[in-house]
């Protein structure tokens, strides 16, 4: 090993430009040889503005994405071999039946391999689903070994009834798959002193480094992606990594960020290349003019007619009326970070609009989320005051 600082940078992109194939196990929507993808692309905190674990909630910004045709991303499917290649870089899965398994990526400068592939999913999703693993691999950079040995744990899991909403359109009953990975730089035991200008040196190359510190530290990558039935391809994605530092006990003290990218893949792109039409989501629709939800693309209309939020000093105001005579609901009032402000309250909404209004807490000032619930469905609609 030459240095430390390629090998961050290398680390940085092992994981970060993975998008999943095969959302669902269906197969009007698994991915085709030779598909092509254009998704938007952000940083994470200027794409996504806020994730409500509480209220399954994402509220996303789509002015903050750029589409650029430099920053596409293809698929190539040979057999059980599944390849996703985007910023210069092959990714490399294989299917086995319904289980979907990661084994490496390549690009010019790097060669990164798993000993064994690592299962990321099976299909189909369902809520609650979770998968852990631990793996073992090697880098080479330029044909040299860079890390003889480095090794870590997976983790993913699914969870159903999501809701994506910029505060207009929304989306429900979206899946979040969620995807980290934790890894150690190296493992000592794979370490020979015998190596020249290795990490059980205390110099490499020029620089003058704490070994035993570097060997501590820990690289974590975070992937989370959220599909829909009707999207071919995650309807959004979010990639983090962050270096963990850790104390003397070996436990984290802290957590560096080192880079944040999302993506968006919307509706109107997800089958832009294959000249079929875009399947109609059901449940996509605009809050305003009384039309949340689903229901004008031919599939089933919501319970609910719902308007714009209207706030004052302390209440915030909203107008509901039903399709099919009179519906039971619920309001309940969060902060922009999933904290329940007012609620729940209850109404009886009845096919004539009519505005129902809940309490603000004196003082709360900002961003806040409100939420409607009306038997199976759920309809979330920002507020600002």
Same mark, same amino acid.
């Given at each position: 090993m030459k240095r430390y600082i390629p090998i961050i940078l290398l680390a940085l992109i092992v994981f970060a430009s993975i998008a999943v194939a095969y959302p669902r196990y269906d197969k009007n929507n698994i991915p085709r040889d030779g598909d092509r993808l254009h998704p938007g692309i952000a940083e994470s905190e200027t794409l996504i503005m806020s994730v409500i674990d509480s209220a399954k909630t994402v509220i996303i910004d789509p002015e903050a994405i750029t589409f650029d045709g430099s920053l596409d991303a293809s698929y190539y499917m040979d057999g059980d071999t599944v390849s996703y290649v985007q910023f210069a870089t092959k990714h490399s899965f294989l299917?086995?039946?319904d289980t979907l398994s990661y084994t490496g990526y390549e690009n010019r400068a790097s060669d990164f391999r798993l000993d064994r592939p690592v299962m990321l999913a099976v299909f189909p999703m369902g809520e609650g689903d979770a998968v852990m693993e631990e793996w073992? =691999?090697?880098? @080479?950079q330029? *044909?040299?070994m860079l890390l003889r040995h480095f090794k870590g744990i997976s983790r993913s899991g699914?969870? $159903? =009834?999501?809701? @994506?909403?910029? *505060?207009?359109?929304?989306?429900?009953?979206?899946?979040?798959?969620?995807?980290?990975?934790?890894? $150690?730089y190296a493992d000592p035991d794979c370490i020979d002193s015998a190596m020249p200008d290795s990490v059980a040196s205390e110099r490499i190359s020029e620089m003058q480094?704490?070994?035993?510190?570097?060997?501590?530290?820990r690289l974590l990558t975070e992937r989370?992606?959220?599909f829909s039935d009707d999207a071919r391809y995650p309807?959004?994605?979010?990639?983090?990594?962050?270096?963990?530092?850790?104390d003397e006990g070996g436990a984290p003290y802290d957590t560096v960020p080192m880079s944040m990218l999302a993506m968006h893949n919307p509706p109107s792109y997800?089958?832009?290349d294959t000249g079929e039409e875009i399947e109609k989501p059901q449940n996509v629709g605009k809050t305003g003019g009384y039309d949340a939800g689903g229901g004008t693309d031919g599939g089933s209309p919501d319970l609910l007619k719902i308007g714009e939020p209207e706030t004052t000093e302390d209440l915030i105001t909203i107008t509901l009326a039903s399709r099919t005579g009179s519906v039971k609901a619920t309001l309940t009032l969060f902060s922009d970070t999933g904290i329940i402000l007012t609620g729940p309250v209850q109404v009886t909404v009845g096919t004539v609009a009519r505005p129902y209004s809940v309490p603000v807490p004196t003082g709360w000032n900002g961003v806040m989320l409100l939420r409607v619930d009306a038997g199976a469905e759920s309809h979330t609609v920002k507020a600002i005051r």
């Open positions: 299917i086995n039946g073992s =691999g090697h880098l @080479l330029y *044909g040299s699914v969870e $159903a =009834g999501w809701t @994506l909403t910029d *505060g207009t359109d929304t989306l429900r009953n979206v899946t979040r798959l969620r995807w980290t990975l934790d890894m $150690a480094v704490d070994v035993k510190a570097l060997l501590s530290e989370t992606m959220w309807v959004l994605s979010d990639s983090r990594v962050s270096r963990i530092i850790l997800q089958y832009s």
